[in-house]
């Protein structure tokens, strides 16, 4: 009897939720991101066979889903943008929830400010917490490019959200 689909669905329900992370980060939109996620497994699904043999199922899914959505940057400038004023830091030592929202959409707002490859590079460096090499293999470009364009990013992002840099030195965006 075959195991295929069993651990397929097993794959499914355990990596889902880190899948939809990484790809709201990508997508900026929780719809857009579930179908992002949806399209990397049916992709994953087709090949699940082979995938299963390899042994690392969710590289496999997030290489596609990393794909995809080049591949859909490519097609189409998303029509709506973020605009508006971030709410101003107070001076408390401890930040309160509100206060960790803010940060949070200030990060959303700066990211969706980022050409597609910055963009690609920073959620894969610093969110997945790939190395230069694995984030050069995975969007298919040199070591090189990653560099640069984590950067080109991270200087994009220090001009463009300026309280980003106090956050992350308390920590208050983990």
């Known amino acids: 009897m075959d195991s295929g689909p069993d651990e397929f669905e097993a794959f499914v329900r355990a990596r889902t939720p880190a899948l939809l992370r990484s790809a709201y980060l990508l997508t900026g939109d929780q719809h ?24 690392n199922a969710e590289a496999y899914t997030r290489k596609a889903m990393y794909h995809l959505q080049i591949s859909r940057w490519r097609r189409r400038r998303p029509a709506e943008s973020f605009t508006g004023a971030t709410p101003q830091r107070s001076e408390r030592a401890e930040p309160d929830h509100a206060e960790l929202t ?16 910055q963009r690609a590079v920073v959620v894969l460096r610093f969110f ?16 090189g ?17 300026p309280e980003l840099n106090d956050a992350s030195a308390t920590g208050g965006l983990r």
């Open 128 to 143: 997945e917490d790939l190395s230069e090499a694995q984030a050069a293999e995975m969007l298919g470009v040199t070591v």
């Open 32 to 55: 857009l991101a579930e179908d992002l996620v949806q399209s990397a497994l049916v992709r994953t699904h087709r090949a699940w066979r082979r995938v299963r043999e390899l042994g």
């Open 145 to 161: 490019t990653v560099k640069s364009q984590t950067a080109r990013a991270l200087a994009r992002l220090r001009a463009v959200a």
């Open 102 to 117: 803010a940060l949070r959409l200030s990060l959303r707002l700066a990211l969706a400010q980022l050409p597609v490859r």
